[in-house]
């Protein structure tokens, strides 16, 4: 067997559209075309494992850029990760990672990479982490109802038009600024995801396109909500009469807690759905603390975005630290040899630095459990807990975790 791993040439375009395409379960003939199937990764961007000349595993990275606890960082958000069936089980997945994590590393490329795992644990022996949590809510329009001492949304809706993208870019902004694992919006995203004009899959659902209702208070712009609808003539939509719509929001963004209600109180609206069908939400979202029967919202939680480290000593400090402090790590990396050893981490008010160290270390751990402290996910001392790290006996573990703390929960609302 002869293996290459390189990135693919654009004589090899459809071949490497038509990987995923197969891993994926949504492989048809002919391909669509580029620009309706939403690959975007070109050659660049690419690392394939070509085994005796065929394709055989792709593999790609967009240049990103995420928010950590509201500071812009640079993140290679990776997708498109696929082996055809009969290259699997040979170590492909693994050697490509490989280079690619020494060449960003060599290179001084993104020193963290994120992605949205089908199956996590095929990451997490990669040294990626879970690093936060996605909630799914599904709830009947009619148990929409508020807790008391909730306020009152008294401003109003109307429905956005669609040269409207910079307002709703500027609402985003302000929304995400200060928050922790969203997105910089490439005009593809908006496009594509939320502001999907044509049928589109969501959440396993053909919801139609979208439509956009922006909320005003005094006539200033305090959130948005965009959503799609599509009518069901099966149980549990319709089951012979009454209510038959399946309503999806693709997203929100508030400004205001009334705001917050208003979003709410506009899909209460929705008489002819049976279900209202949130497919992705944060794990701080205010619903469960602000709905009079937070129950019938039927929440469930998994795993969402994956971080990984691949330089320590320029990703610790890309993020603000909750509290100045000091803390000597000991860092296990058997993929990233260079990350492996004591770091000693400070964080003051001008910003973090890292260096090496041979001091005693405080925190003993490995580099995924390292990537969920970074983002916020854990806590220094939920990771001793937990077993995902080891404290010395005079560790002041409070101390770490205020440093650690992040303003919100780590969330990333988008697909990439």
Known sequence: MALEIRPYTQEEAEAFRRVPAIVFGNYREPLPPVEQDGTG????????????????????AFPLVVR????????????????????????????IMETDFRRRYEQRMEPIAGLLASIAAIYQRFGYAVCSISLRASIDPRWVRFVPSVPAAEGRWREASPDEL??????????????????????A???????????????GFDVGPSLVAVYEEAGEPRGYVAWGARHFDVPPFNDGGGPGQRVSVRDYAWLTPTAYRAIWEYLRN?????????????????????????????????????GRIIDVERALPLRPYGEDGRVVLDVRDDMCPWNAGRWALEAG???????????????????????QLLFGQVSPTRAVRYGRAEASPDAPL???????????????????
């Open 41 to 60: 990764i070109i050659p660049e961007w690419s690392l394939c494992a070509f085994e005796d000349g065929v394709l055989a595993t792709t593999y790609g």
């Open 68 to 95: 950590l606890n509201g500071r812009k960082a640079p993140m290679a958000g990776v997708t498109f990760v696929g082996t055809l069936p009969e290259f699997r089980r040979r170590g492909h997945l693994r050697k």
């Open 166 to 187: 910079p307002l709703l870019e500027r609402i985003y902004r302000q929304f995400s600024g200060l928050r922790n694992g969203y997105l910089h919006r490439a005009p």
């Open 189 to 203: 995203i908006w496009s594509g995801q939320v502001l999907a004009r044509g049928g589109n899959m969501f959440g």
């Open 270 to 306: 929705f008489d002819l759905a049976a279900r209202i069908w949130i497919n992705s939400m944060p794990p701080d979202d205010p619903a469960p603390h602000v709905l009079l029967d937070p129950r019938e919202l039927y929440l469930t939680a998994r795993d969402h975005l994956l």
């Open 349 to 371: 008010s001008d910003g973090a630095s890292v260096a090496r160290t041979d001091e005693s270390p405080q925190l003993s751990l490995d580099v995924s459990a390292l990537a």
């Open 398 to 416: 409070v101390r770490f975790d205020a440093m650690f703390r992040t303003e919100y929960a780590p969330f990333c609302p988008d697909m990439f």
